[in-house]
């Protein structure tokens, strides 16, 4: 069915007291930047609802837009017709022809702003009900406590509206209500789902990928790219920071012991993402460790690896199950992906052996022969930044993919 507005309800932030009018803002600017390739489409974030007017575009399209943007509960899309209780009537019936297939309960529920018209609530239940229990004797019959089928009724100034469906969104904060936060993206199946929870609380991420040419390849850059977009539907955008990496992790490879070649790389992978944030006003790091999972995910390990900043490093998936992260990556549609086989730069050097309780003394010690001010700042000069937008594709030959799985 093609309707003429989105009624867009706000859910959580509705109770963010002194905030609120910030997070409408943020939130009516999200979703001009998500329905940016529907000219017609136009948002008015009022206070207590969103109202898109679709202008005659296709209402599917946006709704599944709509539906990925964080800090929507709910919305409905409704039909607009004239101020004329017939019109009415044929609006609910196109309603019920299209969505009922199998008998229903149901009831009709008027709301009027507009006290001028000629029927009160009252009348529109009652003899809108009446109608539509003639015309469809097989399928509907009245509940007014718990009926299956709702049909809302508005009555507003320019005309009233219609609507039967109630569709759950992607709930959360709006991102960039939260501030800024760097996400150490991997090509894995953890950090597109930290990076997605994150989103989900409001926070707005640039994304920081550490790559190693020639260890590895540019399948696996375009495969970290290609993520970003997948998350980028959450957000309109994100910013995409390549970090080279193969200096460091030679050298490291070079001049430190093999127990903590982990750690001393995983210390320069993140004094490297602080540096980054510190330049781009990020306030805090995020990555998708989680406890216990691998070597480095050790509380004594973080503690050894965080030793380097002060700034707060957040691990949005730190207490969940792998069956669990998995479970949300699919869901997001970043588990297929994820799951392709190109080498990262974690696992080029990984030693088989890697110390599970690293100590910061040693750490320190090992450090002491590496210039690391010079590593780091040959690093940070190669960085390259790109704006990914949602959807946006780096990986298509599928050539290449079976060239590396052979
Ligand atoms: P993931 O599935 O996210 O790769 P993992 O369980 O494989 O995580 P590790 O590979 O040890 O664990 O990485 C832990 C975290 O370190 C990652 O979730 C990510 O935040 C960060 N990280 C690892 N490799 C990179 C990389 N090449 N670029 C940016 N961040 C990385
Ligand atoms: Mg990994």
């Known amino acids: 069915m093609q309707y003429d507005e989105i009624m867009v309800r706000y859910g959580e932030l509705s109770t963010k007291g002194r905030n609120k009018r910030h997070f409408i803002d943020r939130l009516g600017t999200n979703v001009r930047d998500a329905l940016h390739k529907f000219p017609d489409v136009k948002v008015h974030p009022n206070a207590d609802r969103m109202h898109i007017i679709l202008n005659n575009t296709d209402s599917d399209q946006v709704m599944k837009h709509l539906s990925k943007v964080f800090g929507i509960q709910t919305f409905s899309p409704m039909l607009k017709v004239a101020k004329d209780y017939s019109a009415v009537c044929q609006a609910a019936k196109q ?45 509907l019959t009245v509940d007014v406590h718990h009926p299956d089928v709702t049909i809302w009724v508005e009555i507003r100034v320019d005309g009233i509206y219609l609507s039967s469906e109630v569709i759950k969104s992607a709930g959360g904060l709006p991102v960039g209500t939260a501030g800024k936060g760097m996400m150490m993206l991997s090509g894995g199946i953890d950090s597109p789902v930290a990076a997605y929870l994150a989103m989900k609380r409001g926070v707005s991420l640039e994304m920081v990928h550490f790559y190693s040419p020639p260890y590895t390849s540019e399948q696996a850059l375009a495969k970290a790219k290609e993520l970003t977009g997948k998350l980028a539907h959450y957000c309109g955008s994100i910013n995409f920071i390549e970090v080279p990496f193969t200096e460091i992790q030679e050298t490291v490879k070079e001049k430190v012991p093999e127990g903590y070649l982990m750690t001393i790389q995983r210390r320069f992978m993140l004094r490297l993402a602080v540096a980054i944030a510190e330049r781009r006003k990020g306030l805090a790091i995020f990555n998708g460790e989680s406890l216990g999972q691998v070597a480095s995910q050790t509380m004594e390990s973080m503690r050894t690896i965080e030793e380097v900043t002060n700034m707060p490093v957040l691990r949005p998936v730190l207490s969940y199950d792998k069956t669990e992260i998995i479970k949300i990556a699919e869901d997001i549609d970043t588990y297929d992906l994820s799951i392709l086989p190109y080498e990262d730069c ?34 940070l000069d190669g960085i390259k930044i790109t704006k990914i937008h949602a959807g946006d594709e780096f990986l298509n030959q599928n050539e290449d993919v079976f060239a590396e799985l052979l």
């Open 346 to 379: 974690c696992t080029v050097f990984t030693p088989p052996s890697p110390k599970t309780k690293p100590r910061i003394d040693r750490a320190q010690k090992y450090e002491k022969v590496l210039d690391i001010d010079g590593l780091m700042q040959r690093s």
């Open 95 to 139: 309603m019920v022809a299209d969505q009922v297939t199998k008998p229903v309960t149901f009831k009709i529920e008027t709301k009027r702003s507009d006290h001028h018209f000629e029927m009160d609530t009252f009348d529109m239940n009652r003899e809108l009900g009446g109608f539509l229990l003639e015309q469809f004797p097989d399928l």
